[in-house]
Structures are given as structure tokens and as C-alpha cells.
DNA sequence: TTTTTGTATGGAAGCGTTTTCTTTCGAAAA
DNA sequence: TTTTCGAAAGAAAACGCTTCCATACAAAAA
């Protein structure tokens, strides 16, 4: 029944042409005439042929592979991200080995030069302080890194501004009436990874208020892990410290929704008592009229996986730094003609 | 400066043999004189010498690679889950290539048959409903298919008796004065993939207090995603519903991390007002004095992985089913002297 | 002692590719 | 017309393993 998968050899005789044909157009190489490559084609087409990435791998010398590490905290960010990356890799025949970081101890054994990760052609590190982990911040390896959502002057790295996302929040919430209020994400992991994410969100909300003349005070700012219920508690902490209207920016959209589970249950109306900003602009915020500094993650995802095949390829030059800016999507959570009328 | 690894041939020729013979030692066959073994295997560490994956793979016609399938939820479940599994393989000299169901539409795509996810020998899945989701609830692979920390009749499966591991719960609190509370674990992925491990926790939960000659009202469960926050909520529900004494069985240690935090906060005392039973048996639960039930999540793992293997290696079998059991570990949140005294 | 059996070993063949080396052939240059 | 050259394509040589086959040799059986 489960018939040999057909090899080159095959869809060479049924095409009538070389093996070594066969392989370039496999590879896109220019020297084939149009009319063969297209019989080539046809002929992969039929025997439904698609190569045996092991061969090729020890054919070659190369794995066609690369090596993503990312912590799974923020699953919906990952996901996207992950897309992002894929896209481009997928064009040029790579594949992604993913490697987790459930757990610190995971995590180190990832970074003993034998492992896995280190198998492939090159290392996508999705993690601001990973490199802080390692002897003379450097990964062991010979292969190429690329840093995505992290920056380090070290590797080339695709990152997104998130102070200058925190001051967007600031200009756009300043003008409303009312107290300022925060929640900032923080995880654990996130203090072994010396991961300053959420913290740069709020330092730069708080930057930019204070340039519109306003205030965040220390007390005004929840910290939560990244859940929904961290919103919902945080909300809770609000209301016991101060009278409406809030408005509050959310380090992450997750915790916006629970934000607004606890406006409902609390029967507070959002754009009249509260104004809510989210970060990431994740698609299901459209659904629910949150406002939110939406991020280009699967570009930013794109790009790092370009910069990361440039350097398999061969490119030698410093570092590069892609910076990644998000935009602000104005809704019902934040909306101007909402004023607050109590 | 990077020098190229070294081969098979250099060892073979550093050990003064051929290189069937270093291959022979490479994969344990048997008729190789420990003398010659030994030198072999001097060779290869003096020349740091490790095989090369893909040409092994190329070679031997089968990939040394198992993919594991599994949701990212509750990490520390997982990251144990992963070790068991890890351990095992890595003796058979296998590798694991990781597809984290970061989302239903990535989970579609490792699902297509020509995925990545089948071009390995063999699949572990982990995630209860995923079948639920096939034609003819069946993986589109000829791979062995093995389920962990799920069951299926269909496949080999190792999984928990959560039903059990609620009625133990049950046995344990009965005796307690006060009403009973349960914290039901319930994540948004869990409905997309019928998994119903919660649910079950928390009904063999029921009968064991039915049997006790106790109830659970549906007033007394609490719904929450997986999080340590969603712990902090269901208690505030709780003591929105009823007075001390509280008597709360947690789906998971997770969330019994969560009530401990809002019982510091509410200036309540575990032992006395409050006696918390966990699940999962993690161990920082020990460090904060939590009872739960431990589940043997290596040990399944490590199971899963075995049946995996034997099915690799040929074994027609029909399907296999091992059922684990969950261990009562007592400490102070539930200790017996800590009698109810108000 | 001679034959048989079995074990340990070396070496060649083969896995499905990529890549290099030729060869062929037609068109441009002489 | 002859020579030169480049493009297209076939054939062969890697790539680093596993596996099979043949051989050597020692121990057991005759």
C-alpha cells in the first residue's frame, strides 16, 4: 500500500531528461530552457514528487533549516510571529525547527553548543534578554543570529519601539478627562530573560504624559502576569484607589479583555467611565471596539527572517537594526465623541 | 577557523577499523568485541566526533525523528511532559521536532498531510480532542500515531485518570468541615479540541462527594482559564457566596497559587478558614506548603515515548491503553491537626 | 585432526540529493 | 566557411551514513 515516495530518478526518466537537471530546476537555476523546465514540472506534477529534504540536506552540506527559539508566553503574539517567518522561509524551501522555552532549564539545555538548535543554518532568537544569559553575551555558535522582537548592537535585529508605542498611548489618552492608569505585563520568565518589554510600554506612557502635563503615579500602575483575570483584578485595584473616569492603558491587549469583562460585571460603561487602550492590534479587538497600538508583528517576523537568510547566504556586514513602529487604531474603547458625561 | 567535523571515515581510521564497524557501535549492534568497542569509542571522543544526522537519515530510509504534537498551555505541565518524553527517545538516539498548537489555524496546517509534522516516523500527540477534529477522527499519516495525556481506542494512548484523581480530591476534603469549592480549568483552545480534562477533575470531584454524602452546588464551581489570577477571582467569588469555612479543590496547582495569593490578601489563614487542594503535584508546591495530587507526568511521557518506539520498530499490535493514577501528597494547606478552630 | 559453525570485521553498495565536470550544439565572430 | 563561445543538459562524483556481503579466524563438533 504505502507505496516508495518517487525519487528524482523517476520524474527524470518520465521528463527524459538528466538527474542533474531535474535537481536545477528544483533550485531554480537559470541555465534550463523554458520547454524543460516546464516538462520537468509536469512530470513532478504526475508522479507527485517532492524531494526528500534529508538527502538534500546531506547533499548539500546545509540543513535548510533554521532554528526559531521564543518563549510561549503571549501565544496569539507567537503565533502571528511565527507566521511572519514562515512566510519568507517557506518561499526558499527552509524549514523551522521550534524550540520552546517552557522552562529556564529548557532553555539551557537549548544553549549547550551540542544541541539541536544548533544543528540548522541559522538561530532566530525571539527573546530581549536571552544573549544576557550567555558567557560574553554571545550565543556558542558559528551559525548566524538574528534577534526578532529583541535588539542587542550585537546581532542583526528586528525589534519593535515600544517606548515610542507607550508615548503614542500617552498622546493619544492625555486629552481625555480623568485619572492615568497602566497595566504593565510582567512574567516570570520574563525577569530570567531580562525581558523589558513591558516595562519600556510604560516608561514611555509615562514619558509622554508627563510631556502633556499629566501624571502617572506609581500607584496608578498595575503589574499582572499576561491572563485576562490580571485585567480584571487590575480594574478592581483602580476602582478601589480612585474615582472615575479612568483611562487605562493596557500593556497587552489580553488583559485589555479583561479589563473589559470587569467593566461589565462592575456595570461601568466603556467610553463614559473608562477609556481603554490595548497593544498589538490583534485581530479579534475589531470585534469588540478596543482601541489598541497594533503592531506589525508578522512583518517584523518577515523581516528578521530575510535578514537571517541574507546571512546564511553569505552576507558579512555589521549589524543590522530594523526598527518596527506600531500604529494606532482609534475605537468605541477610546472613541473622541464619547466624552465623558457623568 | 571552522573546521569541518569530523566523519565517520576519521574515527574508523584513527580507531584502526572499518567504518561498518564504527557504525555498528554507533547503534549498539551487538557483534562488536568490547575491545573494539572501546577503542571506537575512544576514537570518537578524542575527535569529538557526532554523527551527522541527515545522512543517517538519507541512509537508513527513516527520519530518527518523532514529531510531538501538543497545545502550550499550562508550560510547567508540558515541560515535564516533554522531559519524560525526551529521555526516552534520546537514548534511541531520536529527536523531536515540536508543534505547538499556538493557535487552531496553525494546528490546521500541521494537520495537512504533506505537514512537516509527518515527515517524521512517528507522532505524539498530546491534546485530548485533536482526533475530534479529523475525518473519520483518524491522523491522515501511515506513521504510528501515539496519544499522551489523552485517550483514544484508536491509538496507543498513556493518559491520566483525572476522573479518579477528582475523587481522591473528594476522599481527601470530605471529612473537613465547611462547604466544598472547585476551581474547574477551562481554556478557550479546550472547546476547539473537546478536551475535557477539567471537566473530569472536577466531576469525579462530585461523585466522590456524593459518595461522602456531600454536595458540590454549581454555585460552588468556578470557571476560570489557565492562570494564577483566575485563582485569585474564584476566591473572591467564593467568599461573595458563602462564610468560612472554605474547602477548595483547584483543577490545577496553578490556580491554588492564585487562591493562596488572594488569601494573603484578604488576611485569611490556610488550615483554618481555608483548606486547598491542588493538582498536578509541581514542585514549588511543596516549597509553599500546597496538598495536591501529583500526577506521574514524566512517567507518561516516558510511557507515550516507549509505545511510540515499539510501534516504529514494527509492532502491529492493537491498540495499547495505560492508564496513570495521581498520588495524594498532604501537606499544611490541608493537614488534619489544622482542625477548623473560629 | 578435519569439518562445521558462528562471530567479528572490512569494505562495497546504496540512500536521494547537489554540484562539478564534460559534452553537445547552435549562434555569433572571424 | 571556419573558429569561438556560451548556454543547456547529461553523467559522474561527492555527501556521510547504514546495511549487506564476503572473509578471516577461533571455537565447537565430528
Chains 1, 2 share one sequence.
Not at 526578532?148 to 525589534?159: E, G, I
Request: proline residues 6%; without cysteine.
Amino acid at each position: 500500500m504505502a507505496k516508495r515516495k518517487p525519487t528524482i530518478h523517476e520524474v527524470a526518466h518520465l521528463a527524459r531528461v538528466g538527474i542533474g537537471t531535474v535537481s536545477r530546476v528544483l533550485n531554480n537555476h537559470p541555465s534550463v530552457r523554458h520547454e524543460t523546465r516546464n516538462r520537468v514540472l509536469a512530470a513532478m506534477a504526475t508522479l507527485g514528487y517532492s524531494p526528500n529534504p534529508h538527502a538534500r540536506r546531506v547533499a548539500g552540506g546545509k540543513s535548510y533549516t533554521v532554528s526559531v527559539v521564543l518563549p510561549v508566553a503571549s501565544t496569539e503574539f507567537y503565533s502571528r510571529l511565527l507566521e511572519g517567518i514562515e512566510h519568507i522561509l517557506a518561499e526558499e524551501r527552509y524549514e523551522i525547527a521550534l524550540f520552546p522555552i517552557l522552562s529556564p532549564s529548557r532553555l539551557e539545555r537549548y544553549l549547550e553548543s551540542r544541541s539541536l538548535a544548533y544543528q540548522t543554518d541559522g538561530l532566530l532568537v525571539s527573546s530581549q534578554g536571552l544573549a544576557h544569559l550567555l558567557p560574553d553575551q554571545k550565543f556558542p555558535t558559528e551559525r548566524p543570529v538574528v534577534l526578532v522582537d529583541a535588539y542587542s548592537p550585537r546581532y542583526d535585529s528586528a525589534f519593535m519601539d515600544n517606548r515610542l508605542g507607550g508615548q503614542m498611548a500617552a498622546q493619544h489618552l492625555a486629552h481625555f478627562p480623568g485619572a492615568m492608569f497602566a497595566i504593565q505585563v510582567q512574567e516570570e520568565l520574563d525577569e530570567v530573560l531580562k525581558n523589558t518589554v513591558g516595562q519600556e510600554r510604560i516608561e514611555g506612557f509615562r514619558e509622554g504624559l508627563q510631556k502633556a502635563g499629566k501624571s502617572l503615579p506609581k500607584s496608578h500602575v498595575f503589574v499582572s502576569r499576561f491572563s485576562v483575570e490580571g485585567g480584571r483584578l487590575a480594574l478592581q485595584h483602580f476602582m478601589r484607589q480612585a474615582k472615575p473616569p479612568y483611562n487605562i492603558f493596557t500593556g497587552a491587549d489580553l488583559l485589555a479583555l479583561g479589563v473589559l469583562e470587569e467593566v461589565e460585571r462592575q456595570g461601568l460603561e466603556v467610553g463614559k467611565q473608562i477609556r481603554l487602550l490595548g497593544f498589538d492590534g490583534h485581530p479579534w479587538t475589531a470585534a469588540r471596539g478596543l482601541s489598541t497600538l497594533a503592531q506589525p508583528i508578522e512583518e517584523m517576523g518577515a523581516e528578521a527572517a530575510r535578514l537571517l537568510l541574507d546571512r546564511i547566504r553569505g552576507y558579512k556586514g555589521s549589524p543590522r537594526a530594523r526598527r518596527f513602529e506600531p500604529t494606532l487604531i482609534v475605537r468605541r474603547s477610546t472613541q473622541p465623541q464619547g466624552v465623558y458625561a457623568d
